[in-house]
């Protein structure tokens, strides 16, 4: 038998090599006609899909897909699949199923979701194992830690990028997230950035302020609110706003809550209307109302200008038709000062251009925003 020369092998060998990259890294098209369809269904996921992880990211615990989602969307699923359409068409719809019951996978059920998910990929893999969507769920799965650069790479539609991106987010990895949208966004179907453009702003926002805040930052983020201590806490974190008052010695932050209780910052100031005692705990929720009142205060002490604390309410009862230029704040609330000086100084807004909704918890992002402007 005549031997291969070395050149021949080596040729054989990298022809191999090359067939063997192609079919692992092979991406194949759903059937024409069905394509308009799966992208619709395609779109309903991944709207369900951005939900849950914006929920999941805010921490909000009582966040879940309803019945009603997961059961019209599953339907829609089955009624294609009964359709018999190709090979690859029914990848695409197994894998969508799959991730369907991902979504679906909390409290008591998620054994079983997961478990049916399991069993889409398997369903999916027998039609076609390099599907889009069987890597996305393959890794929703935990079956694939990443993407490898070639695969990522070969995916003109940029979906496994954005999912990549979508990874990122969720692992507080907020410049490379933004970093993988913008990229994905310019070739992926426009319903990608209209469905996850939310959470790449969110990234877009908290990519430089991590690195710059509290070593609480992840924890803050998940909270819906924070709590007066933890108010004072960020404030202190991430400004020089007390150190008038503590004469930049460090405080623990029950200490300092407490210190500032005593110096009675957390009190009205206004003389218009009645003036309650309120008994304010560090745990009680910390309010758009409290906020305003602390900065106001700060402002008039690190200032020393004490003697415009009521400037707001004076200058308005001067008024023939005297009247609050915000709809929620009366001119005889304890707060009218503060609250006005702080959206006409622009440390705080109003959110419809109209209210203040005083009583709303504060979240840890908004409260930087605060402090930048203050």
């Not at 019209?72 to 369907?100: M, T, W």
């Not at 009190?267 to 003036?275: D, T």
Request: glycine share 2%; hydrophobic share 40%.
């Amino acid at each position: 038998m005549k031997k291969l020369s070395p050149f021949y092998l080596v040729l054989v060998l990298f022809l191999f090599s090359c067939a063997s990259i192609q079919r692992d890294l092979y991406i194949a098209s759903t059937q024409t006609e069905l394509s308009k369809e799966l992208l619709f269904l395609e779109s309903e996921l991944i709207s369900l899909d951005a939900l849950d992880i914006e929920a999941a990211h805010a921490g909000d615990t009582g966040y879940r897909l309803s019945d009603e989602a997961y059961t019209s969307l599953l339907q829609k699923i089955e009624a294609f699949l009964v359709q018999e359409p190709d090979q690859n068409s029914k990848a695409r719809l197994y894998a969508l199923k799959g991730r369907l019951h991902l979504l679906y996978a909390q409290g008591q059920a998620a054994k079983n979701q997961k478990k049916l998910a399991q069993n889409a990929l398997q369903d999916a893999e027998k039609q076609n194992p390099y599907d889009l969507q069987v890597y996305v769920l393959k890794k929703r799965l935990g079956e694939i830690e990443s993407f490898s650069k070639e695969l990522l790479d070969r995916d003109s539609s940029n979906v496994l990028r954005i999912e990549q991106a979508l990874s990122f987010f969720q692992s507080s990895l907020y410049a490379e997230a933004v970093s993988s949208f913008d990229s994905a966004f310019r070739l992926a179907e426009p319903m990608y950035q209209s469905t996850y453009g939310n959470i790449r702003n969110r990234a877009w926002a908290l990519r430089e302020v991590k690195e710059s805040t509290s070593k609480d930052f992840d924890t803050y983020l998940k909270k819906n609110s924070l709590t007066l201590q933890e108010l004072v806490q960020v404030i202190d974190d991430n400004s020089s706003a007390f150190e008038s008052i503590t004469g930049g010695k460090k405080y623990k932050p029950s200490d300092l809550y407490l210190h500032l209780q005593n110096l009675d910052l957390f009190s009205p100031l206004s003389e218009v209307g009645i003036r309650e005692q309120e008994k304010i705990k560090a745990n009680d929720e910390a309010t758009r109302r409290y906020s305003a009142r602390l900065l106001w205060r700060l402002y008039l002490i690190n200032t020393s200008k004490q003697d415009q604390k009521n400037i707001y309410s004076q200058f308005y009862r001067k008024k023939t038709d005297a009247k609050s230029p915000i709809l929620d704040i009366s001119l005889d609330d304890a707060d009218f000062d503060a609250i006005l000086a702080c959206v006409e100084r622009e440390w705080m807004d109003l959110p419809d251009g109209k209210h203040f909704y005083p009583e709303k918890g504060v979240e840890f992002l908004e409260l930087l925003e605060w402090i930048k402007n203050f």
